[in-house]
């Protein structure tokens, strides 16, 4: 049998840590460039995002960015317009929480765009004030 003169197989690759927690410098949006809120992931790299000027685009994760930074709904990304197709653009860049919290107080997003929301990013208001929790009465509870 030959000797494994490789480097490693998939595990190795798992070890691997290609996105560094690390401060890195905020990056501002140029010209053909949005930001936008993920709506929700549809699978196949691509997601549906809100971007801030109101469009909801269809977005591509490109490649450098696939299966490295994981992109779920809620998270605010930056998006590359495309000239000939306006309902769709890409995904070029991911924000963390801190730098999202950053961008808002910048005044490069919108006040109205709530942040670290999850999943129901443009779901509808109830506007009240409900608790979960369920309140049994002493009786109630000898009964069971």
């Not at 993920?38 to 549906?48: D, F, I, P």
């Not at 960015?65 to 998006?79: P, R």
């Amino acid at each position: 049998m030959p000797k494994n003169k490789g480097k490693g197989g998939k595990n190795r690759k798992r070890g691997k840590n290609e996105a560094d927690d690390d401060k890195r410098e905020l990056v501002f949006k140029e010209d053909g460039q949005e930001y936008a809120q993920v709506t929700r992931m549809l699978g196949n790299g691509r997601c549906e995002a809100i971007c801030v000027d109101g469009t909801k685009r269809l977005c591509h994760i490109r490649g450098k960015m696939h299966k490295k930074v994981w992109i779920a709904a809620g998270d605010i990304i930056l998006v590359g317009l495309r000239d000939y197709q306006d309902d769709k653009a890409d995904v070029i860049l991911k924000y963390m929480n801190d730098e999202s919290r950053l961008l808002k107080a910048y005044g490069e997003l919108p006040d109205t765009l709530r942040l670290n929301e999850g999943v129901d990013v443009d779901g509808p208001e109830d506007g009240g004030d409900h608790d979960d929790y369920i309140q049994f009465e002493d009786e109630d509870i000898d009964k069971i």
